[in-house]
């Protein structure tokens, strides 16, 4: 798990209802690292937030760390049910 | 009895939580409980029974969460920078973030320390209990972003004082839109009001007219 990984489980952590059923996953994409957040599906409201607004807040410090490894990050917030 | 106690038996889990809190002075929303030990049933042969045993800690204050949830991240992201103990404001906590690592946490705009002050006071609250206003700043950026937003808000009235026309300012966040508000308090001639919805909402300055009534909408 990278750094960036670290981090994005580390944020939705701390701001659900059911932190041991965070889990990410990392895939490469070319120059981008994909990152899936996947969070317990009472939480999915939790870390997407009003109008997107938590997700995008995530989106923007894994972007931090993906900038300080030169690299290009897509966080995913995939729904189990699918 | 130790300084640092913090386990307690009972004869049920409950009763052990209450006499915690009891001497512990706070709230059940203001700690941890952890149960060590569940009672046992009545003996069936005779046996003692055990008593429920529990640690009960005090949680950390609003301040003390968001400075542990920042540094977290500081250390994750690898940035070399310091994050500084919590300090209070009028509405709740200030916590400043320095070094050179830091300006990397600032953004376009300060919108990566809007996230990153976002997300902290969501952890801080939760970890808390605790209701409070969390602003984080980087190297000083808020004071700076504030003094930037003060002149370019007495700029614009001063041209709708002065030619009549009403300006719309740049969207801004709640937190930035009160800095020009508040700048424009009682500036002759002119009154302040917002516009529209986040993230879109913004300033508008208009001219007061005759005797229309000076609108004092901070929001």
Known sequence: ?82 | MSVSRDEWTAETVEEAVARALAELGLPRERVDVEVLEEPSAAGLFGFARRPARVRVRARPGFGEAARDFLRAVVDFIGLPAAVREPEATERGYLVRVEGDGAAELIGRHGHTLDALQQLAEVYATRRSGERAALLVDANGYRERRAAHLERLARRAARQVARDGKERRLEAMTPYERRIVHLALQGYPGVYTESEGEDPFRRVVIRPVKGEAAEADDVG
Do not use: N, W
């Open chain 1, 1 to 82: 798990m990278s750094r960036v990984g670290d981090l994005v489980a580390f944020l939705a952590r701390s701001i659900v209802d059911y932190p041991d059923a965070v889990g990410v996953r990392e895939t490469e994409e070319g120059e981008t690292l994909l990152v899936e957040l996947l969070v317990a599906q009472a939480d999915l409201g939790k870390v997407i937030g009003r109008q997107g607004r938590t997700i995008q807040a995530i989106r923007q410090l894994a972007r931090v760390a993906g900038h300080r490894q030169k690299r290009r990050v897509r966080v995913e917030v995939p729904d189990r049910r699918a």
